[in-house]
């Protein structure tokens, strides 16, 4: 997303401002979230629910001042995609998926669509693999087995941070 706030940045002002609006946005939910989820494994509606128009309205807006149209289709796809895929694999596994997460999917997927789907699919595989790495560690150190909860929600908002900052 900071390569595409860099062409807005010459070509649509607002455009980049709205932008860096959403993500400061998504900085301080993802804090909040992963904080609570850590210390009660749980993502609060209260918290996720208000995340999509706020996160929907800056992206929209974005899109619409930059008049890059074909993100309204990604980032409203991303979001459809990420919480079907989500929700699918809290169907097949509910024990290793909260309801939660499903709900946390769809707001990063705004932001993941938003800027390709190559992200949704580079965030999704990120979050994957840092919850699987933490999961090894706790293994090899003792302090977890292979049934040991973890909240995934940290994992899913590092990952996208990283593919929004790093791609």
């Known amino acids: 997303m900071l390569a595409l706030m860099g062409e807005y940045w010459d070509t649509a002002p607002v455009a ?19 904080v609570i989820d850590i210390q009660t494994h749980r993502l609060p509606n209260r918290i996720i629910f208000p995340s999509y128009p706020a996160a929907g309205v800056l992206l929209i807006a974005a899109a619409l001042a930059a008049q890059d149209w074909g993100r309204l289709v990604s980032l409203a796809g991303g979001a459809a995609v990420l919480w079907v895929f989500y ?13 939660g997460d499903v709900k946390l999917a769809g707001v990063l997927g705004l932001y993941l669509g ?3 789907w190559s992200f949704l699919l580079w965030g999704t595989f990120a979050a994957f693999l840092l919850g699987g790495l933490w999961g090894v560690l706790l293994i090899i150190s003792r ?20 593919v929004l900052a790093l791609g």
């Open 16 to 34: 980049f401002w709205l932008c860096a609006l959403a993500l400061a946005l998504l900085a301080v939910i993802g804090i909040w979230l992963s």
């Open 143 to 162: 302090r977890g087995n292979a049934k040991t909860a973890i909240p995934f929600g940290p994992f899913m908002i590092v990952g996208a941070g990283l």
């Open 114 to 116: 938003f800027v390709g």
């Open 87 to 99: 929700f699918i694999l809290r169907l097949i596994y509910p024990a290793g998926m909260g309801f």
